[in-house]
């Protein structure tokens, strides 16, 4: 080949391998972000706790370790109910929890959990997402530094575990039961005493008798408590939590400094977990329930009619005075009604009609 042809194609060479260089996407050594993530939840506690890991894990392996979310469950950095301080502080990036521990912060947050006679999951998820829930979320959370994203929910909860049976309202009375939130208020409405406690420490203080009735979650997790070894009387349903949403509660002013992109990460890991722990809930709790009735004798009892009645009247009276604290919460208050007027009214002929006629033909 001669030289002069030789340089020519080598050019024509160097050229179009510049240009392959020229249009191909800039490759950077990104920055790992470190996460702290404390919760109120015991490490390795089915559903709770173990949702809040996986979702910690998931999002450390979205980004191939470029997140590295640090795991510290409830007294391993900060004492359960502690969490939200922290990360509204700063000291740590984020939490993992529900929203009605708060309420002696502002009587607003309850409903980003649940309250009685409230949300089922689906039509949480309807007020969150497209009936201006998630914008009034994150308008109470900035007055406290912090943002709020749906991350896990256990579907309708049990009513409780109680030593007696609770035949009335006035069975109710004089009772130290283990209940946060809104929840808690109604009972006390009825002559009960509502404990806020965390999940450690509930089965210590129902043996010790210092409660005298607990409200947990399902069969599952209860189940994993052991509550039965102190009550034997498991009723249903809860009317104060009938579709428990947990949530990441994230430092808004980190929040704000992420890069869109890595908040549309964080936001799809958390609402992927928003989906798989309802998943995993209905898929283990009627197992767990069977054994409890068989292998532990315990006594499922259902409330009646009249207890409900009460405990629907004590309801009203607790919404209201929540509703006169604040304009935030007012405002809350009512588009939270709002939805479940029209979502529940959805519901009423969709889901729950369909239910009915299908549980009826199968015999269920």
């Known amino acids: 080949m001669e030289r ?24 950077h050594a990104q920055q790992t972000i470190e996460i702290t993530l404390v919760t109120t939840w015991p490490r390795d506690f089915p559903g709770l706790g173990t949702g809040a890991q996986r979702f910690a894990q998931r999002l450390t392996d979205m980004t191939n370790g470029r997140m590295k979310v640090n795991y510290f469950a409830a007294g391993e950095r900060v004492k359960a109910f502690d969490s939200f301080d922290e990360v509204a502080s700063g000291n740590a990036q984020m939490y993992h929890g529900a929203e009605y521990y708060w309420k002696g912060k502002h009587a607003g947050f309850p ?10 999951v689906n039509e949480m998820n309807a007020w969150i997402r497209f009936g201006g829930g998630q ?8 007055e406290f530094g912090v943002k ?11 009513g409780g575990w109680f030593r007696k049976e609770i035949n009335s309202a006035d069975d109710l009375k004089g ?42 979650v399902g069969p599952w997790n209860d189940g994993f408590m052991k509550f039965y070894e102190a009550a034997k009387y498991y009723y249903y349903p809860g009317m104060h939590e009938p579709g428990s949403m947990l949530c990441i509660g994230i430092n808004k002013k980190w929040w704000d400094g992420l890069s869109k992109s890595d908040q549309l990460i964080i936001e ?34 259902e409330f009646n009619d009249d207890i409900y009645d009460a405990f629907g009247e004590a309801a009203a009276e607790v919404f209201e005075e929540t509703r006169k604290q604040n304009e935030l919460a007012a405002r809350i208050h009512d588009s939270f009604a709002k939805a479940r007027q029209e979502v529940g009214s959805w519901m009423k002929i969709s889901d729950q009609a369909y239910l009915n006629k299908r549980n009826r033909v199968l015999g269920l």
């Open 4 to 27: 002069r042809e030789f340089l020519k194609t080598a050019g024509a060479g160097a050229l179009a391998a510049g240009a392959m260089i020229a249009g191909a996407p800039a490759v």
């Open 135 to 142: 914008e009034l979320w994150d308008e109470l959370g900035a």
């Open 175 to 216: 009772l130290k039961i283990r209940i946060p939130g809104i929840g808690g208020d109604v009972m006390a409405k009825l002559g009960a005493s509502p404990v806020s406690l965390p999940g450690g420490q509930i089965y210590e203080n129902l043996i010790a008798g210092s409660i005298d009735a607990t409200e947990w």
């Open 268 to 301: 799809a890991a958390a609402s992927m977990e928003n989906d798989v722990m309802m998943a995993e809930f209905n898929a283990r709790n009627g197992e767990a329930l069977n054994k409890l009735v068989t292998e532990q004798g315990v006594m499922l009892r």
């Open 111 to 120: 409903y980003f959990c649940s309250v009685p006679f409230g949300l089922t």
């Open 148 to 158: 709020g994203l749906m991350c896990g929910n256990t579907g309708s909860q049990m």
